[in-house]
């Protein structure tokens, strides 16, 4: 597709389940950001790939939260032992350059609603 | 506190009618600013963006100011329809280094018959 893709749209887990969310970026993006978004608040950056590399995780909450991009296309953010809290809509953003120029736009994906129970 | 702040928090129009969202940042240095749109169960999708040289911005019904000396946006939506019924979300980019962005919490906009 011509969009950013995520899978799957809805999580259902039970906490300490370990979860994995996945994220297709448009095709020949550098540039990819996971944000976590709560219940009626703005997304909130996770972490940034650069291609294969990750080049900020200063936003991931605990050691709990770990993401790859191995190839420097498709990324999946992992969740190990979830916890209520975890619950939020995970948005996978793609951008086409490395640099934050005024018209490198990021695009998103329709987002991974997360529901810890 | 948060470097984005946006008001009001939710907004009831009735269709037809005009509106102006508001956004306050502290971010800085800056190096441009985003109305995003985000209907329920979808991702953000940009309406404007201004660097800070920049203080209007139209794209069709809806138009964005700013005033980078007092950190103040404004997304004005003229004649509105249904359809705008969504989240609109500020979202400021500093400068250095790659696209980082830091988001408002959004203003919840519902357009009623």
């Known amino acids: 597709g011509a969009g950013v893709s995520q899978s799957p749209r809805y999580k259902v887990a039970k906490r300490g389940q370990d979860v994995a969310l996945r994220c297709d970026p448009i095709s020949g993006h550098v540039s990819l950001f996971w944000y976590q978004q709560a219940l009626g608040q703005g997304p909130e950056f996770l972490t940034y790939?650069?291609?294969?590399?990750?080049?900020?995780k200063s936003g991931l909450p605990s050691d709990r939260f770990f993401a790859e991009r191995p190839e420097g296309s498709v990324s999946t953010l992992k969740i190990q032992r979830t916890q209520q809290e975890d619950s939020a809509v995970y948005l996978c953003a793609s951008s086409l350059g490395s640099k934050g120029t005024s018209g490198n736009e990021q695009f998103f994906g329709p987002g991974t609603r997360l529901t810890v129970l | 506190k948060n470097q984005v702040e946006q008001s009001p928090q939710s907004l009831i129009i009735l269709e037809g009618k005009n509106c102006t969202l508001q956004?306050?940042?502290?971010?800085?240095?800056?190096?441009?600013l985003r109305w995003y749109k985000q209907d329920t169960g979808r991702g953000p999708v940009s309406l404007t963006i201004?660097?800070?040289?920049?203080n209007t911005k139209s794209n069709g019904r809806y138009t964005a100011t700013l005033d980078a000396d007092t950190k103040q946006s404004s997304l004005h939506i003229t004649a509105s329809q249904l359809s705008d019924s969504a989240s609109y979300i500020c979202v400021v980019r500093g400068t250095g280094g790659y696209n980082k962005l830091i988001f408002g919490a959004g203003t919840r906009l519902a357009v009623h018959p």
């Open positions: 201004m660097t800070f040289s920049e």
């Open positions: 956004c306050n940042y502290t971010v800085s240095p800056f190096s441009n």
């Open positions: 790939f650069q291609n294969e590399a990750q080049l900020d």
